[in-house]
């Protein structure tokens, strides 16, 4: 069964840091992995997505890296701002048996950054 | 593109009805359709995949008789929960296959469903 990890549960940090967020899965058999955000009551906005034959992907201040053989995944972003305040959702992409494919989701990170 | 509605976005109501859910796919056609509960400070966990006119697959321990799934058409499904209880209460979320080679679920925006 996959099992998501993400590291550290929370964070804080001062306006204009770089910082970085972390993923782990059980599996290493997956289709792709994909990064959430999550603001407070609301659904998730997709940000990257990473094939499984990728090892990493970029979009404006977002960076996400993937390391399948070892299960890792990471999310920097650099030069934080007030306004990246959510959660992040890793997500790993896999078969839930036949034709069907299942995403399975960590706890998320509460990300707050402070002006 | 690839929007996802959900209606209702929030509702509250008492211990033993029924409740239903709707996810629409607006500008696309979902052949999939998934449906995710979230507890607070919790992970999304996925209660179902339906496919467009089939039955609903379940996950293990979800009861398929309270969480009833209708995926009638491309562009919509429906999620009752029967006799709900206070411990159903939760965040709903649904989210539907963009059928791209990259298997890319585009998400609702959520239900929050309170039972008194």
């Known amino acids: 069964k996959q099992e998501v990890t993400q590291i550290p549960a929370a964070l804080s940090v001062p306006e204009g840091e770089n910082l970085v967020l972390n993923c782990s899965f059980t599996?290493?058999?997956?289709?792709?992995l994909q990064w959430f955000r999550q603001d407070p009551g609301k659904g998730l906005t997709s940000l990257l997505l990473?094939?499984?034959?990728?090892r990493e992907q970029t979009s404006g201040r977002l960076n996400a890296s993937l390391d399948k053989s070892s299960g890792r995944s990471t999310l920097y972003i650099a030069a934080s701002q007030p306004g990246d305040s959510a959660t992040y959702l890793c997500?790993?992409?896999?078969?839930?048996?036949?034709?069907?494919?299942?995403?399975?989701f960590g706890k998320g990170t509460l990300l707050t950054v402070n002006p | 593109g690839a929007v996802v509605s959900q209606h209702p976005s929030w509702v509250i109501c008492k211990s033993g009805t029924s409740v239903k859910i709707e996810c629409r796919s607006l500008?696309?056609?979902?052949?999939?359709m998934f449906w995710y509960r979230q507890f607070p400070k919790q992970s999304l966990m996925l209660m179902a995949t339906s496919n467009e006119g089939s039955k609903a697959t379940y996950e293990q321990g979800v009861e398929k008789d309270k969480f009833l799934i209708n995926h009638a058409s491309l562009t919509l499904s429906t999620l009752t929960v029967t006799s709900a209880h206070p411990e159903d209460s939760s965040f709903y979320i649904c989210?539907?296959?963009?059928?791209?080679?990259?298997?890319?679920?585009?998400f609702g925006p959520g239900t929050r469903l309170t039972v008194l």
């Open positions: 989210s539907g296959d963009g059928t791209s080679l990259f298997n890319t679920q585009y």
């Open positions: 500008d696309f056609q979902a052949t999939t």
């Open positions: 997500a790993v992409i896999g078969s839930s048996g036949g034709s069907n494919y299942k995403l399975t």
């Open positions: 990473i094939q499984s034959s990728q």
């Open positions: 599996d290493s058999a997956i289709y792709n």
